[in-house]
């Protein structure tokens, strides 16, 4: 199999959401916070893909998430890349995993990447964990990762291509 074609469609996909995140998202706020895209889409990665391309994917969008924002390099590619691999492993143990379970899926994955991602971030001295409005934080990012969950796992299932199964079928 030549793996050619899936890295050019998660790359278009990654540099479409970057667009997405840094121009349209930021004129979509929720109670004054940005809904974050990339967490959703590793979140999706992994249950479309499994854990290993998850995990790959996850990856790549903290790398490119990253580049975007003054922070450390490599602070969202962990929090995004365990988050993914996760969700993939996770999408195991759900065998038949229907529309609500699926929104469930990465409503939770998507809300535990941006608490890990400030976990981590106390390690870089980001002191987000003492961030007055991270419970608002995780509770909208979960809301959009429901929300978008969908279309993230359409978006992730043609990225991953005809020989991967995803949940989004």
Do not use: K
């Amino acid at each position: 199999m030549n793996p050619f074609p899936v890295i050019a469609r998660w790359a278009l996909v990654l540099v479409t959401a970057l667009v997405l995140q840094t121009g349209l998202a930021p004129l979509m706020r929720i109670d004054g916070i940005t809904p974050q895209l990339f967490v959703v889409l590793a979140a999706c990665a992994g249950l479309s893909g499994g854990a290993q391309r998850g995990a790959v994917v996850g990856f790549w969008a903290g790398i490119v998430f990253d580049l975007a924002r003054p922070v450390p390099l490599g602070l969202s590619a962990l929090a995004f890349s365990v988050i993914a691999f996760g969700a993939g492993t996770l999408q195991v143990v759900v065998v038949q995993a229907g529309r609500l379970i699926s929104m469930v899926l990465v409503a939770v994955a998507s809300a535990l990447g941006l608490l890990l991602y400030a976990v981590v971030g106390e390690f870089f001295g980001r002191h987000a964990l003492t961030h007055p409005r991270l419970v608002a934080i995780v509770v909208v990012g979960g809301l959009v990762g429901g929300a978008l969950s969908r279309v993230g796992l359409r978006v992730a299932g043609w990225a991953d291509g005809p020989d991967v199964r995803a949940v989004a079928e």
